[in-house]
T-cell receptor, first 114, second 112 residues
Framework: DAMVIQNPRYQVTQFGKPVTLSCSQT?????MYWYQQKSSQAPKLLFH???????NEADTPDNFQSRRPNTSFCFLDIRSPGLGDAAMYLC?????????????FGPGTRLTVT | QQQVKQSPQSLIVQKGGISIINCAYE??????FPWYQQFPGKGPALLIA?????SEKKEGRFTISFNKSAKQFSLHIMDSQPGDSATYFC???????????FGTGTRLKVLA
């Protein structure tokens, strides 16, 4: 089944130790998103790619970086995780055209910072 | 103007009852309004979506009602079941921006 896949599902890292989360999709969607979601809150957009064009949200900390080497894969790098970065990280995709289309989420990666 | 206001924050409904969640917006450029269902520890799942050229869309037990003049839209869950217990998010976006503005979420609990 076509889907959005995130690995790992659970990630534990130490304070200040770089960590990379990955996302892959078999939907061939041209837009990929990274969201941060903390407990009982709505997803917060960190950045998104339209094809290879990177779009950063103004309030996304510099500590967060992203790479999209090809259509199918997208990575979230947290250079120096702090305790406040512990959250669920959600990858999502959509196919954009003349009209807005559905956005599909992956299962998320739960990040714990010790 | 970019906000989507969602209410209530939490909702308790008896099994078989109707669950109603409301959202309101200000930005008239929004032209796509999805609803997401999220279970604990899972990613949001697209439930149903509507565009402003229709006033209602129904899929199974789920219905979106859309009032363009009032800039409001709502999710109705008919015959609510315990398995519907989850957090529901409304969202809105403008074609061409590729960005979704989410409501704050409603935690629904359906009592058996």
């Amino acid at each position: 089944d076509a889907m959005v896949i995130q690995n790992p599902r659970y990630q534990v890292t130490q304070f200040g130790k770089p960590v990379t989360l990955s996302c892959s999709q078999t939907l061939n969607h041209n837009v990929m998103y990274w969201y941060q979601q903390k407990s009982s809150q709505a997803p917060k957009l960190l950045f998104h790619y339209y094809d290879k064009d990177f779009n950063n949200e103004a309030d996304t900390p510099d500590n967060f970086q992203s790479r999209r080497p090809n259509t199918s894969f997208c990575f979230l790098d947290i250079r120096s995780p702090g305790l406040g970065d512990a959250a669920m990280y959600l990858c999502a995709t959509s196919r954009e055209g003349p009209r807005a289309n559905e956005q599909y989420f992956g299962p998320g990666t739960r990040l714990t910072v010790t | 103007q970019q906000q989507v206001k969602q209410s209530p924050q939490s909702l308790i409904v008896q099994k078989g009852g109707i669950s109603i969640i409301n959202c309101a917006y200000e930005n008239t450029a929004f032209d796509y309004f999805p609803w997401y269902q999220q279970f604990p520890g899972k990613g949001p799942a697209l439930l149903i979506a509507i565009r402003p050229d229709v006033s209602e869309k129904k899929e199974g037990r789920f219905t979106i009602s859309f009032n363009k003049s009032a800039k409001q839209f709502s999710l109705h869950i008919m015959d609510s079941q315990p398995g519907d217990s989850a957090t529901y998010f409304c969202a809105a976006r403008t074609t061409g921006t590729y960005k979704y503005i989410f409501g704050t979420g409603t935690r629904l609990k359906v009592l058996a």
